[in-house]
Structures are given as structure tokens and as C-alpha cells.
């Protein structure tokens, strides 16, 4: 069954970090690009990050670059997003999909910036 | 970064009616276009790739066109489970963006 489960969410304080998990399951891992999306509160959808199958070529979007990173480690099966210098606004929902954007996503993991 | 407008905002209809919501692009994305559709609480689900090829398992109902900056999502009779929420994006360059999304509600 091809599978993306999502970890690594929580409450953390501005400024502070979290790593998100995305573990892979039921597919030939380094066949495919993962991407990260996050949906705010009651709001639309905003691509995050890309890191390509061989796990050189990353893409960012603006609102993160620099404060996040995504990885991955072929051992696990499994892409990273690593979450600096959080803010406020980057409270969300992040899901995580492969290349292509089919099925399957990632069920979500909330992220929440409170202080 | 490319911007993305979809109209309307909200769609109010009847199950069985004919839904058709509008896209467009900033500029040329060729036919570098996704259409998803999301339920309260679930992810995205795609729809549409390449502007007009539907994804594995979707209904025949659910079409797509257009090209360049201008496109469309088409739901030819709808059913009571495709009252969601619809977006767009395009893979044209990064970064990826999506479009505010349309909502399609019962009337």
C-alpha cells in the first residue's frame, strides 16, 4: 500500500524549531521528488519546499527560504522538513507529496507558533 | 512569481447542474496546470494534470481545458460528494504556487 506518514508536529514558541517527518512506504522511495505543502487556519494552499529524488536540487519558496530545510535520508525512506526561526504565520497544517502531486499525501501534521 | 486568480469565489449549485470554474495565470504557463479538490479536514486531492489529463481513478465527469494563462475545471452533473473546495496550481517554475481556490456549495 503506498503510504506517506507524517510526525513531528506541536506547539512551539516564535523562534523556536520542529523537524516534520514524512516516511515513505510502498514505492521505490528514490524514484520520486518530495514536495511540502502547508494550508493555514481556514485558509488556501501555499507550496513550501521541494528536494528531488537524488536529493541535490531543493527548491524553497520565498516565505521559508532560509529559516527551512528539507532533506532526505534514503536509509529510512523518509524526507525532513526542518523548521527554523519560526513565526507566527507559518502556524499551518504542512502535508507532505511526492513528485507530481498524486496520490497519496501525507494525512498532516499541525504546526502551531504560540507564545 | 507567477500569480494565480480563480473565479468565482464561490459556486452555489444544485446536485446534477453543470459547475465550471475559471483559472488564470500571470503569465504563459503552457499547459503546466493542476486542478485539486479538498474536503473539510482531508489533503488535496488531484484532479487534473497537465491542464487536461484526469488522474488515476477520477470521474469522467470532471474535465479539464485551456492553455497559456487561461483554464478550466469542469464538473459536467454534480454529485453530492464533489461539494469541496477547488484549486489550481501551476508547475510552470518555481516557486509553485496554487490559486485562492473556489468553493463549490450546495444551493
Known amino acids: 500500500q503506498v503510504q506517506l506518514e507524517q510526525s513531528g508536529g506541536g506547539v512551539v514558541q516564535p523562534g523556536g524549531s520542529l523537524r516534520l517527518s514524512c516516511a515513505a512506504s510502498?514505492?521505490?522511495?528514490?524514484?520520486?521528488?518530495i514536495n511540502w505543502v502547508r494550508q493555514a487556519p481556514g485558509k488556501g494552499l501555499e507550496w513550501v519546499a521541494f528536494i528531488r529524488k537524488d536529493g541535490i536540487d531543493k527548491n524553497y519558496a520565498d516565505s521559508v527560504r532560509g529559516r527551512f530545510t528539507i532533506s532526505r535520508d534514503t536509509s529510512k525512506n523518509t524526507v525532513y522538513l526542518q523548521v527554523d526561526s519560526l513565526r507566527f504565520e507559518d502556524t499551518a497544517v504542512y502535508y507532505c507529496?511526492?513528485?507530481?502531486?498524486?496520490?497519496?499525501w501525507g494525512q498532516g501534521t499541525l504546526v502551531t507558533v504560540s507564545s | 512569481e507567477i500569480v494565480l486568480t480563480q473565479s468565482p469565489a464561490t459556486l452555489s449549485l444544485s446536485p446534477g447542474e453543470r459547475a465550471t470554474l475559471s483559472c488564470w495565470a500571470s503569465?504563459?504557463?503552457?499547459?503546466?496546470l493542476n486542478w485539486y479538490q479538498q474536503k473539510p479536514g482531508q489533503p488535496p486531492r488531484l484532479l487534473i494534470s497537465d491542464a487536461s489529463s484526469r488522474a488515476t481513478g477520477i470521474p469522467a465527469r470532471f474535465s479539464g481545458s485551456g492553455s497559456g494563462t487561461d483554464f478550466t475545471l469542469t464538473i459536467s452533473s454534480l454529485e453530492p460528494e464533489d461539494f469541496a473546495v477547488y484549486y489550481c496550481?501551476?508547475?510552470?517554475?518555481?516557486?509553485?504556487?496554487f490559486g485562492p481556490g473556489t468553493k463549490v456549495d450546495i444551493k
Open positions: 507529496a511526492r513528485e507530481g502531486f498524486g496520490e497519496p
Open positions: 503569465q504563459s504557463i503552457s499547459n503546466s
Open positions: 510502498g514505492f521505490i522511495f528514490n524514484n520520486y521528488g
Open positions: 496550481q501551476q508547475r510552470y517554475n518555481w516557486p509553485l504556487t
